[in-house]
C-alpha cells in the first residue's frame, strides 16, 4: 500500500481531472467503497476547480491518514492566489464572487466528514478535508 | 477528448466520457446546438453512464445544453446518471431543475417519442 503523499499541480482544467482520477484510484487503494469514492473524487474536483477559477494556480496533496480506530483520506487544496477576505461569507451556499455556481466549499464541507480553511487575502488559501473509512 | 455525437432519425444522441475537462464539456456544448441546428433534430439524449464526477461546472454545462437546445424547439433528456453521482450531486446541493431525466438510453427515447407524439 502506498503511504506517501501525492501531490497534484493544479494549473488548468486538465489538472481537475487528474486530480479527481489519482483521489477516486488513492480511495479505492484505502479500500474505501464506490460511493465514498465518488464523493472524494467529487471534493477534490470542487477544490481542484477552485484554485483554477480564483487562483490559476496551485496544488492537491492526497494522502492517507490514520485516526484512533479508522484510516481516512486527507486531501489538502492551496493556492497563492488572492485568498478570501470573507470566510464565513464564502461558506454560505449561493455565495460567489467568480460568476460561479458558488456551491463550491459548503457544498464540499457536506460531502467530506472533516473541513478545515485558512486563508490571508493576498497570501492564499488552504483548505483541508478529511474523510474516514466507515 | 472528443465526445460522438450519432444521429438516430430526428434524435442526437451524445455519449459522455469518464474523463471530461471543462474544455471538452464547452466543445460538446457547441458541438450539439450546431447539430441540433444543421440537422434539425427535434430531441437529443445525452448519456452521461460513464461519468464518475458530476461537479458544479458539469451540471451547470448540462442545464446550459438543455435550455438552449429547448429555445431552437428540441427537447434533452439526461440518461444515466449513475447512483453514486447521483448521491454527491445531491450532497454537493446540485439540481438539474427544468432539465428531464431518465434511467438510460431505452428509456430517454421512449420519453423523447412520447414527446413528439403530444407535439405531433
Known amino acids: 500500500m502506498r503511504a506517501g503523499e501525492i501531490r497534484v499541480a493544479i494549473n488548468s482544467d486538465q489538472d481537475i481531472v487528474a ?15 464506490t460511493g465514498d469514492a465518488t464523493l472524494i473524487a467529487t471534493a477534490i474536483s470542487e477544490l481542484a476547480r477552485n484554485i ?6 496551485g496544488e492537491i496533496s492526497l494522502k492517507m491518514v490514520h485516526g484512533s480506530s479508522r484510516q481516512g483520506i486527507l486531501i489538502i487544496a492551496s493556492d497563492n492566489g488572492p485568498g478570501i477576505r470573507d470566510i464565513r461569507q464564502a461558506m454560505r451556499d449561493g455565495f460567489s464572487t467568480s460568476g460561479s455556481l ?13 473541513f478545515e480553511i485558512t486563508s490571508e487575502p493576498g497570501q492564499g488559501t488552504i483548505v483541508t478535508v478529511k474523510k474516514w473509512k466507515q | 477528448m472528443e465526445v460522438p455525437i450519432l444521429k438516430q ?16 464539456l464547452e466543445h460538446l456544448r457547441r458541438g ?7 440537422f434539425r433534430s427535434r430531441g437529443v439524449i445525452v448519456d452521461v453512464t460513464a ?32 447512483p453514486e453521482v447521483a448521491f454527491a450531486m ?4 446540485l439540481t438539474l431543475e427544468g432539465v428531464a431525466t431518465a434511467l438510460d438510453l431505452e428509456e430517454g427515447l421512449a420519453y423523447l417519442i412520447e414527446k413528439f407524439k403530444n407535439i405531433d
Open chain 2, 90 to 93: 445531491v450532497q454537493l446541493g
Open chain 1, 19 to 33: 486530480a479527481r482520477q489519482k483521489g477516486r484510484a488513492l480511495a479505492t487503494e484505502l479500500g474505501f467503497s
Open chain 2, 9 to 24: 432519425g430526428e434524435v442526437l444522441i451524445a455519449t459522455f466520457q469518464a474523463a471530461l475537462s471543462d474544455a471538452d
Open chain 2, 51 to 82: 461519468m464518475d464526477v458530476m461537479d458544479s461546472f458539469a451540471s451547470r454545462t448540462l442545464r446550459e445544453i438543455a435550455h438552449m437546445i429547448r429555445l431552437r424547439g428540441a427537447e434533452t433528456v439526461i440518461v444515466g446518471i449513475q
Open chain 2, 32 to 38: 450539439l446546438v450546431q447539430q441540433v441546428v444543421r
Open chain 1, 102 to 114: 458558488g456551491l463550491g466549499l459548503p457544498g464540499v464541507r457536506r460531502l467530506m466528514d472533516e
Open chain 1, 52 to 57: 483554477v477559477s480564483y487562483a490559476r494556480k
